[in-house]
């Protein structure tokens, strides 16, 4: 005799309501609530704050990290002016690609510091010194387009062509640098390889 599973099921609840006590569940919360840790909430918060607070300080840190690393760089026997705020006439020029917007500043910034980090790791020695004066004349060339961009755009105003070739002016000094460094690294390695070859 086969049954219904279901229906013998709902006849069963049917027949049987259970029902809890009053207040079963108010005494289960407080009881629940007393057995369990009020901390991580507290603790949500508390990481909130030290995430915020140490942002707070990188931000600070990589302000002065920044505000520190545009300082010009003096090579030995060398000087080069990565960035001259100054035209020929020595006054000081009323706008440059910095001065267009913080966008702009921040990009100046960082290639500028950039260019400056290269050029504080270089080290000029007898061997490397003709490559490193010839990268350092085209530096030089790069340096006098960037005036002349800025005298342009102080009589010109600020155009696109203008705040375009600025821009690349200063990633072509940087892409100049590394392939500097490079060069360096290369000449480095193989005079190693030369010496080593010469002691066996």
């Known amino acids: 005799m086969a049954h219904d ?27 629940l609530d007393g057995q369990l840790p009020a901390g991580p909430r507290k603790k949500k918060v508390y990481t909130l704050w030290l995430q915020i607070a140490a942002s707070v300080v990188v931000a600070v840190g990589l302000s002065v990290y920044f505000m520190k690393g545009t300082n010009k760089v003096d090579l030995p026997d060398e000087n080069v002016i990565v960035v001259d705020r100054q035209n020929t006439s020595g006054q000081e020029q009323t706008i440059s690609l910095g001065d267009l917007s913080p966008d702009f500043k921040k990009i100046e910034t960082y290639y500028t510091t950039n260019i400056n980090l290269q050029l504080s790791d270089l080290e000029m020695t007898a061997e490397n010194k003709e490559l490193m004066d010839s990268y350092l004349e085209r530096l030089a060339e790069l340096n006098d387009e960037y005036q002349q961009l800025n005298k342009e755009l102080n009589e010109l105003g600020p155009n696109d062509q203008t705040i375009s070739a600025l821009i690349m002016n200063l990633q072509l000094r940087l892409q100049l640098l590394q392939k500097l460094k490079t060069k360096l690294n290369q000449l480095k390695s193989s005079k190693n390889e030369q010496e080593s070859s010469h002691i066996m």
Request: net charge positive.
């Open 5 to 31: 599973l279901r229906k013998m099921f709902e006849k069963e609840r049917e027949e049987k309501r259970y029902s809890m006590k009053d207040g079963h569940e108010a005494r289960f919360l407080e009881k």
